[in-house]
Structures are given as C-alpha cells and as structure tokens.
C-alpha cells in the first residue's frame, strides 16, 4: 500500500450541477476538503486538486472537470502521474441503485449504469479499484433516470444527504488511516437518520 491516495469525486463541473444528486461525489470532497483544511486550487489532469494530510499519509483530493462520462481521462492521469497502486484509489460517487441516505464500499466491481465509473474502468483497464457510493434513491414514477441525477436535491433531501455526507467522509479517513476491509465494516449500509 502506498503512503499516498487518491480520492476521486464524480460530478458535473459548472454551478447549475453544483447540488444535482449526480455531484454528490463533489459535495463529498468539498466537505472533506473543508476538513482536512485543503483548498482545490489546482488543475491537474483535467481535475480541480487539493492536497492535504490525514493520519500521516497525503491525501489527494480530484475532482475531475470533463464532465461525469468522461470522468476516466483525468483518474487514468493522475494514477500515472502519482505512480499510485490502484489499491490507494477511491472512487466517490452517486448511486440510484441504494436508498437516500445510504453508504456502500465496495473493493471492485462493474459500473451498475454509473457513466462516470465506466469511463474509469475503460481508462484504467479494470475494475479493481475502491467506490465509497452513496445513495440517491430511484427516479419516482416514469421519470428516466438520465433527467433524475440532474435534478436537485429538494431541502428535505438536503438534510439526509448532508448527514449521509458527514458519516462518509469519515469513512473515507477510515479508508486512509486503516484500509478498505474496515471502513466497509464500519460504514456499509444505511444511515441512521432516514
């Protein structure tokens, strides 16, 4: 394991995707940005960057800026860059598959519909890499997915999601500070305040 990790929010850049339920993955870096006192103040490999220390190791925050379905070109970039083992690479994103309000940590697996984590596993060759998903529940009646993620939160949501964002950034230090296999322990499933 390296003393170095990346950790990549999905999301839309521009203000009017800026509380869409497909920038959770951004709202998430934003918060552990905040905590970690790290600024994005940089554009690297496509991506908004911010480096900071957590447990003794640097954490490289990535927001990449190529929009969701090309999210790959700037995580193969920065992998390469970085010389990072995919096993220090975490991958933040929305999930319409879980409940609002619910984390998963998953050590691999296939994209599930998310645009985003495709582009990622064709850039990197594979799927052996971390997602920490949150949840975003499914689009109500016959709205398509695609209009769903777009849409913003409503206030009520905004509660949830805010304190969905608080347990898991402290799932991603969990991450860095003592392994995948532990912050899954710790933080799969559903939040207690739903």
Known sequence: MSDTFLIVGLGNPGREYRETRHNVGFMLLDRLAVKLDARFSRLQSRALVATALADGHKVILAKPQTFMNLSGQSVQGLVRFYKLPLPSLLVVHD?????????????????????????????LGMDKFARLRLGIGRPPGQMEAADYVLQEFSDAEMTVVSETLNRAVEAV??????????????????????
């Not at 500070?177 to 322990?185: D, K, T, W």
């Open 95 to 123: 999930d319409i598959d879980l409940p609002l309000g619910s984390i998963r940590i998953r050590p691999d697996g296939g994209s599930a519909g998310q645009k985003g984590v495709a582009s990622i596993i064709e850039r």
């Open 173 to 194: 230090l969990t991450f860095v500070a003592a392994g995948l296999e532990r912050a899954m322990n710790l933080y799969n499933g559903v939040s207690d305040n739903k």
